[in-house]
């Protein structure tokens, strides 16, 4: 089956300081990939969506130079966290959909839990 | 933005009885999928229930829809312990996009 793999799976970090999250479809290609952020307790948000080769589209609210999101290959998007403060401190989830697949497939990465200090 | 809502917030059974989660939305929908999510963990995809179906099984999950009502429910019959986790329902909403909107999620806990 299609696999997404996130890394770091978790990563603990000083204010001020930049952190780079990896998103990779292992087995598939992706076309299209998605960043979702989640509070404890809380449901999925959907950050941004990205395609491969062009510009990320971020949803209502969430600063599209605080969190860079670049998507390079069909098999890669990065999310960046600029200058993290601990308002940032989540769980940060991707997902993939599979080029040329059944399109209301994601297939979703483990996360990568956040931490600011 | 959330657009689904789940009731009730947190269930806790024995294990053996029957969960059922409820999920409101309010937009047109091409499907809607229900994942679950261990504590800390990523998603699982349960179960996809299109727009023009009514009802679909897998295993112990039993899943309808009521697009008059933009509703949607989830029965896991014969509980295990292995079953606590948040179970969330997410709409695939009609347009081009094909994104998913997440409800808030149900917390389950099967007592043993």
């Known amino acids: 089956g299609a696999v997404v793999s996130q890394h770091p799976s978790w990563v603990i970090c000083k204010s001020g300081t930049s952190v780079k999250i990896e998103c990779r479809s292992l087995d598939f290609q992706a076309t299209t990939m998605f960043w979702y952020r989640q509070f404890p307790k809380q449901s999925l948000m959907l950050m941004a969506t990205?395609?491969?080769?062009?510009?990320?589209?971020?949803e209502q609210g969430v600063e599209k130079d605080k969190f860079l999101i670049n998507h390079a290959s069909l098999t890669l998007s990065t999310l960046t966290v600029t200058s993290a403060h601990p308002e940032d401190s989540s769980f940060y989830i991707c997902?993939?959909?599979?080029?040329?697949?059944?399109?209301?497939?994601?297939?979703f990465g483990p996360g990568t839990r956040l931490l600011v200090l | 933005s959330q657009q689904g809502e789940e009731d009730p917030q947190a269930l806790s059974i024995q294990e053996g009885e029957n969960a059922t989660m409820n999920c409101s939305y309010k937009t047109s929908i091409n499907n809607l999928q229900w994942y679950r999510q261990n504590s800390g963990r990523g998603l699982v995809h349960l179960i996809l229930i299109r727009s023009n179906e009514r009802e679909k099984h897998s295993g112990r999950l039993r899943v309808t829809l009521d697009t008059s009502k933009k509703s949607s429910s989830l029965l896991i019959t014969a509980s295990r312990a292995a079953d606590t986790a948040s179970y969330f329902c997410?709409?695939?909403?009609?347009?081009?996009?094909?994104?998913?909107?997440f409800g808030s999620g149900t917390q389950l806990t099967v007592l043993p």
């Open positions: 997902s993939a959909r599979q080029r040329g697949g059944i399109q209301e497939t994601q297939y």
């Open positions: 990205s395609n491969e080769g062009s510009k990320a589209t971020y």
């Open positions: 997410a709409t695939d909403s009609s347009g081009s996009a094909r994104q998913l909107t």
